[in-house]
């Protein structure tokens, strides 16, 4: 499956606000690769930045015992497994 999609099912199911965080994941991706001198960006690429991306893009719950780039991993995890 597309890297693109994939980080669009993270974001859904983390119910990032908006199309910014697809986006950002998506370039951040595509950076890293890039900065590593390769073409093509790939899983351990965003599994990289993700966190970086999301984390400060959820909606915050008062109540929420954990933390927020944690939350980002989890769902990474069961997404791109």
């Not at 986006?23 to 990289?48: G, I, P, Q, W, Y």
């Amino acid at each position: 499956m597309d890297l693109r999609v994939k980080i669009s099912q993270v974001c859904g199911t983390l119910d990032v606000d908006g199309l910014r965080g697809d986006m950002v994941t998506n370039r951040a991706a595509k950076a890293l690769a890039a900065f590593e001198l390769r073409s093509v960006a790939t899983n351990d690429d965003v599994a990289s930045i993700i966190s970086m991306c999301l984390r400060h893009r959820l909606r915050k719950d008062p109540l929420e015992s954990i933390d927020s780039g944690t939350k980002v991993r989890e769902v990474f995890e069961t997404v791109f497994a």
